[in-house]
């Protein structure tokens, strides 16, 4: 999958270039990450990419015309990557507030994309003409604003990267996420068998994995309801947790 992200701060893309799953899937070649800098695409001496707003108000707006030039070479490079690059397949998505709430089910969505052009604001944001001309869509990661979108990139691009199948080694481990099945995640243990005088629950040591895979079902539920019953009121269960959730005691329905 191909991201080409346009930002100012291109250095600040090693946090998941150089680290953990997302660095592996890039050194494997199953993800690209390509940091593209408004900058290259000024025409001034002073590489301008921000002006005062008209109307007057505080702080600076970024001009459209660099960022147009860098996204038509973004799109350009995702096509040299094998990008179809229309709104459905490699989407230029702009990082805001004002954007659709990010969830689980929107980044299963995006890892469907062949690619995706992230557009990351600085200062008060970016000159309207810009995002109505050139953006497909608008992602926020929560009802807070930052001083730029290039966090919001990385959120968006960690959570894509590990849904993508050929990156989900034990295709499990991201199963039993918390969210993917609705529910929160179970509680999670391992060496040393006891930590501050507390062993870990016996059902983990039984090997007996029926029992454990129902343990770490009611755990999550019982978290779900404790901490989100939003979640637990959205929640619709397979047959075979349906089939569980009856033979569970009530107080597990408190
Ligand atoms: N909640 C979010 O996802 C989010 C995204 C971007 C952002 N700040 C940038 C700086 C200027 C403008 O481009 C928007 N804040 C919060």
């Not at 008060?124 to 001083?147: C, H, K, M, N, P």
């Not at 999550?220 to 929640?235: E, G, H, M, N, S």
């Amino acid at each position: 999958m191909y991201f080409a992200v346009i930002s100012i701060f291109p250095e600040m893309f090693t946090a998941i270039r150089d680290f953990g799953i997302t660095a592996r899937a890039c050194n494997e070649g199953k993800v690209t990450i390509e940091c593209i800098n408004p900058r290259d695409y000024t025409a001034d001496n002073y590489r301008r990419i921000d002006e005062r707003p008209y109307g007057g108000g505080p702080g600076m707006v970024m001009m459209a015309e660099p960022l147009a030039k860098a996204i038509d070479d973004a799109r350009s490079r995702a096509q040299a990557y094998g990008c179809r690059i229309d709104a459905a397949h490699c989407p230029v998505v702009y990082l805001s507030p004002q954007g659709r709430q990010l969830d689980e089910g929107g980044v299963l969505a995006m890892s469907k994309y062949e690619g995706m052009i992230l557009l990351c604001g600085r200062y008060e944001g970016i000159d309207e003409r810009l995002l109505s001309q050139y953006v497909d869509t608008e992602i926020s990661i929560g009802d807070y604003v930052l001083t730029g979108g290039e966090l919001p990139a990385m959120v968006v691009m960690d959570s894509v990267i590990r849904r993508l199948p050929e990156v989900m080694g034990d295709a499990q481990s991201a199963e039993q996420d918390s969210f993917v099945d609705g529910l929160l995640d179970c509680p999670h243990y391992t060496k040393p068998h006891v930590f501050a005088d507390m062993p870990v629950p016996e059902v983990l040591m039984s090997g007996h994995h029926a029992n454990i895979a129902k343990w770490r079902f009611t755990q999550q539920v019982q978290r779900t309801k404790a901490r989100r019953p939003d979640l637990w009121q959205a929640f619709r269960p397979s047959a075979e947790q349906a089939a569980w959730l009856k033979k569970m005691p009530k107080d597990n329905d408190a």
